[in-house]
């Protein structure tokens, strides 16, 4: 698995955050059966700047904690089956890795969160990328069966990493 991590402002986070996402990653793809390798990018921004992108990307005028933009597109969430169809559009060749996606993360926002919600900001950290890497693969909460099940599969994977509230 190939991680490019851009940082755009200073995460200041006071744990191996490089670390703690090839881990949250990896285990995303593993108990999601994901069979092939990956390039991943995740970029840490500040609440402006995914402000902006978050306006720009789904005309929502207002900051967010994650945003995540997959390259493959899935019959159903976690259904791998159809990625050979789209393998032109979406393997490096250099690397010969599917290029899964972006995922873009507020450093501010998971110090707000973290707050808010009285956990550490490496729970909400991993959180938001285990979120983003089920969104990467399929799995979307616009209705409240797939909420639930997103839901359901978020906690297995942080439980997994032994990372609770």
């Known amino acids: 698995m190939t991680l490019n991590i851009t940082c755009e402002i200073v995460p200041g986070f006071r744990f191996h955050y490089k670390e703690l996402a090839r881990r949250v990653i990896e285990k995303s793809l593993e108990m999601e059966g994901f069979p092939y390798e990956t390039e991943i990018s995740l970029t840490l921004t500040g609440n402006e700047q995914i402000h902006e992108i978050n306006l720009q990307t789904r ?11 997959p390259m493959l597109e899935y019959d159903f969430p976690g259904d791998f089956e159809g990625i050979e169809d789209q393998w032109e559009d979406v393997v490096n ?5 599917i290029m899964l996606g972006d995922i873009v993360i507020s450093a501010e926002k998971v110090r707000e969160q973290a707050e808010a919600y009285g956990h550490s900001e490496k729970r909400e950290y991993a959180f938001l990328i285990t979120h983003s890497m089920l969104h990467l693969m399929g799995y979307d909460h616009m209705e409240p069966e797939d909420a639930s099940l997103m839901e359901e599969h ?9 990372i609770n509230r």
Do not use: G, K
């Not at 978020?154 to 032994?162: E, F, G, T, Y």
């Open 59 to 69: 005309q929502i005028d207002r900051p967010t904690d994650v945003l995540s933009f």
């Open 154 to 162: 978020q906690r297995m994977i942080l439980r997994a990493l032994d």
């Open 93 to 97: 060749p250099d690397t010969d890795e």
